[in-house]
């Protein structure tokens, strides 16, 4: 943990989709939760393609339409630097998770925890990915967000009762 809070990382390709939406949700939840005092959420991707865009607009849009807070975003790609001090690293699909475990290994940093983030959702199944909306429409986006809400939820859960106990 750094500054007293527990770094958690979203991660997907280009970080412009999938992670920041998955930011957004976590960090409302978060606050919600009264959590955001002990955890801070930000978003990666694991290739540099969008480096310095904003989140897809058709993403921007499911948040508005399904109630999140508008948000300001940049995209970044996951360095060495973030990888040592981030304590929860939830990838948005076995693409991505595959890429952040080689990168730790090849570093040395010890792995924190490296995880899909819809394995702490319990009515998906084992292995799920987040789809990748970014070739798709806009029904596509929404669909994506209700899958990222439930995990997010979930995992947010999740550490709500680890503080409880602590």
């Given amino acids: 943990m750094t500054e007293n809070k527990l ?5 997907c390709h280009g970080n412009i989709c999938r992670s920041p939406m998955a930011e957004a949700v976590t960090f409302s939840l978060l606050e919600k939760y009264g959590l955001s005092g002990k955890v801070s959420v930000e978003s990666f991707g694991t290739h540099a393609y969008h480096v310095g865009e904003d ?14 807070p508008a948000f300001v975003h940049s ?13 929860v690293i939830l990838c948005a ?28 959702d319990p009515d998906a199944g084992e292995g799920s ?21 439930s995990a997010c939820q979930y995992f947010v859960e999740s550490l709500a009762d680890i503080f409880r106990v602590a």
């Fill in 7 to 11: 770094q958690v990382a979203m991660v």
């Fill in 55 to 68: 989140a897809d607009k058709r993403a921007k849009a499911a948040l508005s339409r399904h109630g999140w």
């Fill in 75 to 87: 995209a970044r790609q996951l360095r060495a630097r973030d990888m040592e001090r981030l304590d």
């Fill in 93 to 120: 699909d076995k693409n991505n998770l595959t890429h952040v475990k080689q990168m730790s290994k090849r570093l040395s940093i010890p792995p924190q925890e490296v995880s899909l983030l819809r394995s702490y």
């Fill in 129 to 149: 990915d987040v789809p990748d909306p970014y070739y798709h429409g806009q029904a596509a986006f929404d669909e994506v967000l209700e899958i990222i809400e």
